[in-house]
């Protein structure tokens, strides 16, 4: 994959990812790549294999990404790999969630993206790519992975790792209010728990 792929994505984003990991707000950033058998024994999952959550309106990615142009709402990516036990965590304790469920549904649309399908491409851009170029052209380097793009399919950030349901909703109110154009991670939590 060429560097100029990877820069604009690269460029954009950092600010919000740092703010999100040292504000400490308990984001567990446990990937797959990372530890592939760490996944706890007691959350025997509900979904296996990289199987999505019921509930969420996950798209193919490039119909999602028109979506997310035809609608105005940002864009999820969902980077995982069917054999990754936080991935499948990710899918059973997090979007399974229907507060989260009802969020995204509001103001998100959705797509995943599993960083083995080498067979699978997708055009973005006036890219060609296979999945785990297109993964790692978005920054995954690990599953799961979770991407936040614009409307416009412009990198804002990603979130590393396996975050729980209540650390993953205040990102999505974040992102999806657009609070980070305009404040920290820092201050709109600060802000929202002084409601």
Not at 63 to 84: E, F, G, N, R, T
Not at 116 to 145: C, H, I, M, W
Not at 170 to 190: A, P
Request: contains cysteine; charged residues 20%; aromatic residues 10%.
């Amino acid at each position: 994959m060429s560097a100029s792929f990877r820069a604009p994505f690269r460029q954009v984003g950092h600010r919000l990812l740092t703010v999100l990991v040292l504000a400490g707000v308990g984001l567990l950033t446990t990937s797959c790549a990372q530890a592939q058998s760490e996944a706890p024994a007691e959350t025997a999952p509900a979904l296996e294999g990289g199987e999505a959550a019921p509930g969420v309106a996950w798209m193919g990615f490039e119909a999602a990404v028109q979506s997310a142009a035809d609608q105005q709402k940002p864009l999820i990516i969902d980077i995982y790999a069917p054999w990754c036990g936080w991935c499948t965590r990710l899918q059973n304790d997090v979007y399974m969630s229907e507060p989260i469920q009802a969020y995204l549904d509001e103001h998100f649309v959705t797509t995943r993206l599993d960083i083995d399908a080498k067979d699978t491409s997708y055009q973005f851009r006036e890219y060609n790519l296979t999945s785990p170029e297109l993964a790692g052209g978005l920054g995954a380097q690990g599953t799961p992975t979770t991407v936040f793009l614009t409307a416009e399919a412009e990198y804002i950030t990603r979130i590393p790792g396996y975050v729980d349901a209540e650390a993953f909703l205040n990102i999505l109110e974040f992102i999806g209010t657009e609070s980070f154009k305009s404040q920290t991670y820092e201050e709109f939590v600060e802000a929202k728990d002084g409601e």
